[in-house]
């Protein structure tokens, strides 16, 4: 194996030693299957190619100091993945294979795992294609389900550390009654334009309203997003938005520190009360934000006049982090100990 950099990888793929798989066919679930290929074998007419029978998660494995590896929520990740299954008519993973999958491949990949010094977690993709030949839009017959995973280290290069984002108004990353609440690769497909939009004008993401009105706060690009004002922490309601496994966490975690936790309709005006904001997935965990500008109305909503992170979400930050790595007491059994 190439010496990894470890304190210096970014958030990208880096090829390992295996990957486990599963195929759904004749109705039922096969059994497990290691693999050292990086490649699949799929026909040119396979359903997800065609009618975007696809789904994904993103979970992590972590090193942790007492040298244990913990995997944090993957229930959570199995329930998400069993919902965008009924959302786009594809078969259930069972928690109970979802589960087997994601241990058996980290404890495969263990020289994988980055130390814990490093700050780099190992990232585990589960995937799951609907892979039967057909021309006609209806749900393919056979199904191929991958877990396979990769060394990353923070996914915005500057980590925990404030960020501008900007409103757009020109593009729509779903459709209310749409597949906003699967995580499902149309999803991220329809935000690249805006994506790279808002990357050339200098920003770190693109920040979306609803697409019925324009007049509430959806998503934070590929994230969720919430707010700090008047000791709550407020975070947007909608049928266009991906239930995060993180934000579930941090609304459990800032009630057990005494806050009030709103989940409803956020008006674009209200951004202006804020005290602090910030944008938080499997990916970043908590990405603050510096600033948020409405290019239309010439507003600029600003969260860190001095650049920095919020007292609120850096305490919220430090708290789930500790808990990944098994720092702190694990009260609400979040964690799951791959490798002792």
């Known amino acids: 194996m190439k010496e990894i950099d470890w304190a210096n990888i970014g958030f990208g793929y880096i090829p390992t030693d295996y990957n486990v798989r599963c195929v759904w066919r004749d109705g039922k679930w096969g059994e497990i299957e290691v693999s050292s290929e990086t490649t699949i074998n799929l026909s040119i007419a396979a359903t997800c190619l065609h009618y975007g029978q696809e789904a994904f998660e993103g979970l992590k494995a972590y090193r942790c100091p007492d040298g244990k590896v913990r995997v944090f929520r993957m229930e959570e990740n199995a329930a998400r993945l069993q919902a965008t299954s009924r959302g786009i008519v594809m078969p259930e993973v069972p928690t109970e294979l979802f589960t087997e999958m994601v241990k058996r491949v980290v404890r495969l990949n263990e020289h994988f795992i980055p130390p814990y010094e490093s700050g780099a977690t190992l990232y585990l993709r589960p995937l799951l294609i609907g892979t039967t030949a057909q021309v006609g839009v209806h749900p393919a017959k056979d199904y191929l389900f991958i877990i396979f995973v990769t060394p990353v280290g923070p996914y915005f290069k500057g980590g925990f550390s404030t960020t501008p984002y900007v409103v757009?108004?020109?593009?729509?990353?779903?459709?209310?009654?749409?597949?906003?609440?699967?995580?499902?690769?149309g999803n991220y497909a329809a935000s690249l334009r805006a994506n790279t939009w808002a990357h050339e004008q200098g920003y770190s993401c693109e920040f979306y309203l609803d697409a019925k009105e324009k007049k509430y706060i959806d998503e934070c690009g590929a994230a969720n997003f919430f707010g700090i004002k008047d000791n709550t922490y407020v975070t947007p309601l909608s049928t266009s938005i991906l239930p995060s496994v993180t934000n579930k966490s941090l609304m459990q975690l800032a009630a057990d520190l005494g806050l009030k936790v709103?989940?409803?309709?956020?008006p674009i005006e209200e951004l202006e009360t804020f005290e602090e904001a910030g944008a938080c997935g499997t990916a970043a965990v908590i990405s603050p934000i510096e600033r948020i500008d409405d290019p239309e109305t010439g507003k600029s909503y600003v969260f860190a006049p001095d650049g920095k992170p919020g007292p609120i979400s850096t305490r919220l930050y430090q708290k789930l982090i500790n808990i990944q790595y098994g720092i702190e007491p694990d009260v609400h059994n979040w964690t799951t100990v791959v490798i002792e």
């Open 262 to 266: 709103e989940r409803r309709q956020i």
């Open 168 to 185: 757009t108004r020109d593009y729509d990353r779903s459709a209310p009654l749409g597949t906003g609440c699967y995580k499902v690769g």
